[in-house]
């Protein structure tokens, strides 16, 4: 064979080993990835809303759930009458019918016409439509219009928590609150609608409309109790109600552990309509609003005092009879108080009293035990969009500033701050981190996350800590400035505000609008309950112990009875109605004379007001309403309505008693 010829069939052999060697990777090494591509070219997906997971409280009620309902889609090309398919789902949608013609007369090969709605109504409406067309066999879409399911976000408590809880699009994706915080958990993976392409690329839906559905989201439980939540809300709106104000924020916390019991805010909204909702209603003030904390900040200088030895509890005070001229500006009390005890700078909630209490200690020292309790920086709660509050710069922090900011002006805090480190003035001195999230569960049932208690640091000792209980157990008593926050039955502590506000625009204070507030806990000497109420901008009466005490009165009392914390205060003392009974100028006189004055009544007067309610046929809402005026421990079991209890009706109560009530039927 000539070297030509040779040339030739060797070419021609290599051609031929390639075509083969391109027929086996095409035919069986490649065969995967030409399915896909063929796939992608007839094969649509139409995304679908996720399944999300299931938001609950710590006792397993829904406080957010997905719903299934029927999304309606249509194919233009293959309706037989987009006219009267138009006029059909207008009336049944509530859809201009023209509105429905123009979009039917699209070029698309499909078009949502209405999605997650009741699945009654999407049937009817496209059931009525294929028999007016002659298509009552039609399933799919083959006659060119069709159903697919979808889940819909669903808050069946409607308003409660729902700046706490937020909401989602309708594509299912968190917006706002626990949805957006913690979305990447909750929202599950995405479902498809399965169609085809015909030859002209005109998606095709056929008759089987498969879904193609992945797992859905994890579900999580808040240390939220939707009653003491509901309690908290009620009350709050009341005091709002009451005193005109603008709005309002009420927290309930365990000061031992960080867990937050309810995280109530006012304005609120519906987030099952969020789009009818304004802004300022869908905001979760607890967490994002800073204010200045007026004489609440007071605990926090007197704790630093007597932590770092500056100050002890009998010292004494000269509160220069209400004015004080101090680096060129003069300090001022609501009344003219002469001498007195650190204790009572407190009780009385002095502003003089506290600017010389701050005195008394080093600048720097001062200022780092204020960085310590956590103002200035983020709690780091799991929710997004905490504010930091604001704290005076450190060089900054001498002179009048120092003094304004032992009586709570100059110093910003949100109310999540200013109730944990109030915590931890009442726990024995930890800076407990706030948390809301109790566990997160995969589909599964798998415990995914745990919320646990986390002390962030100690900042005060125990001793100081059960001195500033005593203390703080001393406003509430008949002639402080917390009266109206006593609870029958109940040791209870707490320290009421008020503070100017500051005008937008201006910087200045305004001379008529008041944040009014009080923070309380109980029992006195072993908290387990710690309540902040805040009104902001009350009309009339401005002052916390008058606007705010009396809200934190009634949710501490419903909450401690619902939760089964036993009374501690003796059967022999009285409220503050005693004070009104034996026709004394209690406040007036405590603060001339500082002595503490306990009124007693006889146990058989106190008891003869006490009579078992008739219980049966209400809400486990309004038993615990109901039964909140009883120094009795309250104990509920099941849902629906009360059924049962003991003791019956008309029956003596003595205080620490134990009631039962059950419930059942709707």
């Not at 439980?221 to 009653?227: A, F, H, Q, V």
């Not at 009451?242 to 109530?264: C, D, F, H, S, W």
């Not at 909702?277 to 905001?283: C, F, G, L, S």
Request: proline fraction near 6%; hydrophobic fraction near 35%; charge should be positive.
């Amino acid at each position: 064979m000539n070297p030509r010829a040779r040339f030739i069939l060797y070419g021609l052999a290599a051609v031929y080993l390639l075509v083969v060697l391109r027929a086996f990777h095409i035919q069986v090494l490649g065969v995967a990835g030409i399915r896909e591509r063929g796939a992608k070219q007839y094969c649509v997906k139409i995304p679908l809303v996720p399944k999300r997971g299931a938001i609950l409280d710590r006792t397993g009620n829904e406080l957010a759930v997905s719903v299934a309902t029927k999304s309606i889609f249509v194919q233009p090309a293959k309706l037989k009458s987009a006219g009267t398919a138009a006029e059909l789902l207008s009336r049944r949608l509530s859809r201009p019918a023209a509105e429905l013609r123009k979009r039917f007369s699209s070029e698309k090969s499909f078009l949502w016409v209405k999605r997650q709605i009741p699945a009654s109504t999407a049937e009817e409406a496209v059931r009525e439509i294929r028999e007016a067309l002659g298509n009552g066999n039609g399933r799919g879409g083959e006659d060119g219009i069709g159903i697919v399911e979808e889940p819909k976000r669903f808050y069946p408590n409607r308003e409660l928590a729902s700046s706490l809880l937020g909401f989602t699009d309708l594509d299912s994706v968190g917006i706002e609150g626990v949805e957006l915080s913690l979305d990447k958990y909750l929202r599950g993976e995405r479902a498809f609608l399965m169609c085809e392409r015909d030859a002209r690329g005109r998606i095709i839906v056929p008759s089987s409309t498969p879904v193609e559905v992945n797992s859905k989201g994890h579900s999580v439980s808040l240390t939220i109790d939707r009653n003491v939540q509901h309690t908290a809300e009620s009350e709050l709106n009341e005091s709002i109600a009451k005193y005109n104000a603008r709005g309002g924020i009420a927290l309930v916390m365990q000061p031992k552990t960080g867990e937050i019991l309810a995280m109530a805010s006012s304005p609120t909204y519906n987030p099952n309509t969020p789009g009818t909702a304004v802004p300022e209603a869908r905001k979760n003030h607890a967490l994002t609003d800073s204010f200045e904390p007026g004489s609440t900040f007071k605990v926090f200088t007197m704790a630093a005092a007597l932590e770092t030895g500056s100050v002890t509890t009998s010292d004494k005070f000269f509160c220069e009879n209400g004015a004080y001229r101090y680096a060129g500006r003069v300090l001022h009390d609501t009344h003219r108080y002469g001498w007195l005890t650190a204790p009572e700078v407190l009780k009385y909630s002095s502003n003089i009293g506290a600017s010389k209490i701050s005195e008394r200690m080093d600048p720097g020292r001062f200022y780092d035990m204020i960085r310590a309790f956590g103002f200035g920086t983020r709690t780091g709660l799991e929710l997004i969009g905490e504010a930091g509050g604001l704290v005076p710069p450190r060089g900054g922090f001498k002179g009048i500033r120092r003094a304004t900011v032992s009586f709570g002006q100059g110093i910003s805090v949100t109310p999540l701050q200013l109730a944990g480190a109030t915590a931890a003035i009442v726990n024995g001195g930890k800076v407990m981190k706030p948390y809301i999230v109790k566990e997160i569960r995969d589909p599964e049932g798998k415990i995914v996350y745990r919320g646990t208690p986390t002390e962030l640091r100690r900042v005060i000792s125990p001793k100081t800590s059960e001195t500033m209980r005593e203390i703080l157990g001393t406003v509430v008593q008949e002639d402080g400035t917390g009266t109206q926050a006593r609870i029958k039955g109940f040791l209870v502590g707490g320290k009421t505000g008020t503070a100017q506000k500051v005008e937008v625009g201006s910087g200045r204070y305004s001379p008529n609008k008041r944040v009014s507030s009080f923070i309380g806990f109980l029992p006195l000497h072993d908290p387990e309950l710690l309540i902040l109420v805040v009104i902001d901008e009350p009309k009339g009466q401005v002052y916390g112990g008058v606007v705010a005490a009396p809200a934190f009165n009634q949710i501490a009392v419903k909450t401690a009875y619902y939760l089964g914390i036993p009374p501690t205060e003796p059967a022999s003392r009285s409220v503050a109605q005693n004070e009104k009974e034996k026709g004394r100028g209690g406040a007036e006189e405590g603060r001339q004379g500082g002595a503490v004055k306990i009124t007693r009544v006889s146990s058989a007067s106190l008891e003869s007001s006490m009579v078992m309610p008739e219980l049966r046929g209400l809400s486990m809402g309004r038993v615990v309403d109901v039964m909140g005026r009883y120094s009795v421990k309250l104990n509920l079991a099941g849902t629906g309505v009360a059924v049962q209890q003991s003791p019956p009706p008309g029956q003596v109560l003595v205080p620490g008693t134990e009631c039962t009530v059950s419930f059942g039927g709707r």
